[in-house]
């Protein structure tokens, strides 16, 4: 079955150390997204890519960076500089533009604390 | 920019009762709007969505019809059951980055 896959589903980061969340989808989808959830809040946008080897900044994209090199794989690294990333993370991803309201399908989230 | 906003919860309801999640946008054209659900510690799962105005999006018992003159895409059941017990987000998507912007999203709670 095609979906999105998310790794880890939990991690652990240490002060000052940088981690890499994983996301890889076989839908054939050009355009992948990554939000952070808080508790009790909605999801927002940190990064967003509409093709291979192009990505955009979203709204919180401070402290986090990511990379585009294959159509299926969008990872996220969490940075020393991002100062409160414990949060749940789920990476989406949507068919492209000439399918324009087309929904973003979803990944199960990986959960970030600090240790 | 773009903004959802969407009852607060939880909404806690009998089985079988009527449920309605208010939900209204404000957004420079017309954007999709969709419904999403999360179930505890999972990813989002597609609900329904609407495209235009007047469209009524419904799936699994769920409808919502996309209200341009009231900026609304509130979200309705006519008989809830436990199962539909989770958080329901409100969402549309803007059309230059195809991005969504969320509600704060509205736990429902149904006791049996």
């Known amino acids: 079955d095609g979906g999105i896959t998310q790794s880890p589903k939990y991690l652990f980061r240490k002060e000052g150390q940088n981690v890499t969340l994983s996301c890889e989808q076989n839908?054939?989808?050009?355009?992948m997204y990554w939000y952070r959830q808080d508790p009790g809040q909605g999801l927002r946008l940190i990064y967003y890519s509409q093709i291979v080897n192009d990505f955009q900044k979203g709204d919180i994209a401070e402290g986090y960076s990511v990379s585009r090199e294959k159509k299926e794989s969008f990872p996220l690294t969490v940075t020393s500089a991002q100062k409160n990333p414990t949060a749940f993370y789920l990476c989406?991803?949507?068919?492209?533009?000439?399918?324009?309201?087309?929904?973003?399908?979803f990944g199960d989230g990986t959960r970030l604390s600090i240790l | 920019g773009d903004s959802v906003t969407q009852m607060e919860g939880p909404v806690t309801l009998s089985e079988e009762a009527f449920l309605t999640i208010n939900c209204t946008y404000t957004a420079t054209g017309y954007p999709s709007l969709f419904w999403y659900v999360q179930y505890p510690g999972e990813g989002l799962q597609l609900l329904l969505k609407?495209?235009?105005?007047?469209d009524k999006g419904s799936n699994k018992g769920f409808e919502a019809t996309y209200r341009k003159e009231t900026t609304s895409f509130h979200l309705e059941k006519g008989s809830v059951q436990v199962s539909d017990s989770a958080v329901y987000f409100c969402?549309?998507?803007?059309?230059?980055?195809?991005?969504?912007?969320f509600g704060s999203g509205t736990r429902l709670q149904v006791q049996p």
């Open positions: 609407a495209t235009k105005a007047d």
């Open positions: 969402a549309l998507m803007d059309t230059g980055r195809r991005a969504l912007t």
């Open positions: 839908l054939n989808h050009d355009a």
């Open positions: 989406a991803s949507t068919p492209g533009q000439a399918y324009s309201n087309q929904p973003q399908h």
